[in-house]
């Protein structure tokens, strides 16, 4: 939970706990919800110094019992301290002043009820945030690990048909296949790329696969300098194109061309790979595979805000990923 958040909250709490007693207090409505107040927010210093501090714990003290206790402590030593602060010069102390003493007994009272079951609550869903963001790191970690055999396979039975048909060229594809993998297999274990990394695997795959079928498979890109620093999942462009040459240009006897288009659109980003091949007709099978995988994977960075909209054209079909700026 960020700093503001806490703030909020416990400033919140601290509203309602001046409206519950305002009833019976008797100095008037604005001094009752400065105290209050002042009581969430040494609550929020006591929570969040002692998430960080000290950095070593003995092994039988755990940190969220320290932050617990420290807020349940610091309620009553607050209060005493407004108190003896708000007396004036010559009066006498508050314990000897009946109004004052029970509003010190009232406010002492419900602080310590309901300060350090507050802090119980935001450690609770302070953990499970933690679990589901590690849950999510490790799906997503899964899927980047199911997407190398994919991209490997494939490109080595591309290899595998150059050689079986004698062809001159399996050798200097397989030269740059090497070229193309080296450059590939480390973004995998990344948790993000940039869409400029992306390009310059796309532009390797793209010639490799050129080199396969020289007179089938034309290309063109057009991108927005200021789209290369956004953060992507890696894997997302290639992914797209990949599926665009497989499943679009590869089945079709003629071949055709792959347009890329990355292109800014204030705080969004549209990434668009667009294919003449054979169309949506005759991939509904191969579709389900890269593309599936890529729209979790955008699940998990993005959620919500990330869309994979796959459109047939009248000649091909058309593939993109619409997402939120964020700069490397």
């Known amino acids: 939970m960020s700093v503001w958040r806490r703030l909020g909250v416990a400033l919140g709490l601290a509203v309602a706990v001046a409206l519950l007693l305002r009833p019976e207090w008797t100095t008037g409505f604005l001094p009752l919800l400065s105290r209050t107040a002042t009581l969430a927010l040494v609550g929020v210093l006591a929570f969040g110094l002692f998430e960080q501090w000290p950095k070593r714990l ?17 309620m009553p030593l607050t209060m005493l301290a407004v108190y ?8 006498p102390p508050f314990w000897k002043d009946e109004d004052r003493m029970n509003g010190f007994m009232m406010l002492t009272f419900m602080s310590l009820l309901l300060a350090p079951w507050t802090a119980l609550a935001a450690l609770v869903r302070q953990k499970e945030a933690l679990a589901r963001e590690h849950a999510l790191a490790a799906r997503l970690h899964l899927l980047q690990a199911q997407v190398a055999p994919h991209f490997l396979f494939n490109t080595l039975a591309n290899i595998q048909e150059l050689v079986d048909a004698g062809s001159p060229r399996a050798s200097s594809v397989l030269r740059s296949l090497i070229a193309y993998l080296r450059a ?7 948790p993000a790329s940039t ?6 695997l796309v532009e390797a795959y793209l010639e490799l696969m050129h080199m396969r079928m020289p007179d089938r498979l034309q290309f063109h890109l ?25 499943h679009g240009i590869d089945p079709s006897e003629e071949g055709g061309s792959i347009d890329i ?3 800014r659109r204030g705080d969004r980003c549209v990434i668009r790979v667009s294919d003449t091949g054979v169309g949506l007709r005759n991939t509904e099978q191969g579709l389900g595979t890269g593309l599936s995988a890529l729209r979790e994977r955008l699940q998990l960075a993005f959620g919500g805000a990330a869309q994979l909209r796959v459109t047939a054209l009248e000649r091909g079909v058309c593939a993109e990923v619409d997402i939120p700026c964020r700069p490397h």
Do not use: F, I
């Open 261 to 263: 288009v990355v292109e």
């Open 84 to 91: 003896l602060l708000a007396t004036k010069a010559g009066a």
């Open 58 to 74: 003995p092994r039988w003290l755990a940190r969220w019992v320290l932050q617990v206790v420290a807020v349940g402590v610091a």
């Open 195 to 200: 869409l400029g990394r992306e390009l310059q």
């Open 222 to 246: 057009n991108v927005d300098k200021s789209a290369r620093e956004v953060r992507c999942p890696p894997m997302t462009l290639l992914t797209l194109v990949e599926n665009a040459v497989r």
């Open 184 to 190: 590939a297999v480390p973004q995998l274990h990344e």
